[in-house]
Structures are given as structure tokens and as C-alpha cells.
């Protein structure tokens, strides 16, 4: 996962580490879809209850910003959770939308030519 900052590329290596482990694991792999969050917080907590159908679809990846390791990801979306990246880039935060999940995925599903599978 890449964000710019300054002058500055950082790499969050707990998606990349992620993502090389699924890589590794198997030609084809799902979709990451992180979720920035806190405990508590009830709206990631709607947020994961709304995404329960999508188990299949994507690999959920949680992200805690109160841990020191995350310190940025705090600065950075500390008044915004739940915020949700896919696959590394910005996809939503606040609530889930639905219909942006959806169009994406069908995107990245498009792009893999039917090579996505699910978790075995």
C-alpha cells in the first residue's frame, strides 16, 4: 500500500506482507480490503456486520490506529473511521457504500478474467 506524503513515498508493509503471503499461497488470490479502525468504534463494527456477505469476495484486513506501529494511519484517519482501502488505494470511509464495493470489485474481477477464487 503506497501513500505519498510530502516528498516521501510509505510503504505500509502490513499490507504488503499480506498481500506476498497470498501471492505466494496461490496464483490467484482476493482482493484486500483494509478496514482503519479503533475499539471501540460502533461504526466499524456496523461496517463488518454490512460486509458479511462479501467473506468470499475479499480478504478483510483490520488495521488498529491506536497501536504505536500505526501511528500515522492515526494522524491521518483519527476523525474518519471507519476508512476503508482496497487493494492499497482509498476506497471509502464513514460508512460503507455498497455500490462503490461492488463497482470496484467488479472491476478487479473483470481485470482477473475470472481468476479470482475463494478462500479454501
Avoid at 11 to 32: E, G, I
Avoid at 59 to 75: F, M
Avoid at 85 to 92: D, I, K, R, S
Amino acid at each position: 500500500m503506497l501513500w505519498f506524503q510530502g516528498n516521501s513515498v510509505h510503504l505500509a508493509k502490513y499490507s504488503l506482507q499480506l498481500l506476498m503471503r497470498n501471492l505466494s499461497a496461490s496464483k490467484t488470490v482476493l482482493p484486500v480490503l483494509t478496514l482503519f479502525t479503533k475499539d471501540p468504534c460502533p461504526l466499524c463494527d456496523e461496517a463488518k456486520e454490512i460486509l458479511e456477505p462479501y467473506k468470499n469476495r475479499v480478504i478483510l484486513q483490520e488495521v488498529d490506529i491506536t497501536l504505536p506501529e500505526n501511528s500515522a494511519w492515526y494522524e491521518r484517519y483519527k476523525f474518519d473511521i471507519p476508512v476503508f482501502h482496497l487493494n492499497g488505494q482509498f476506497l471509502m470511509m464513514h460508512r460503507v457504500d455498497i455500490s462503490k464495493l461492488e463497482k470496484q470489485l467488479q472491476k478487479l474481477e473483470q481485470q482477473g478474467a475470472g481468476c479470482w477464487r475463494t478462500p479454501s
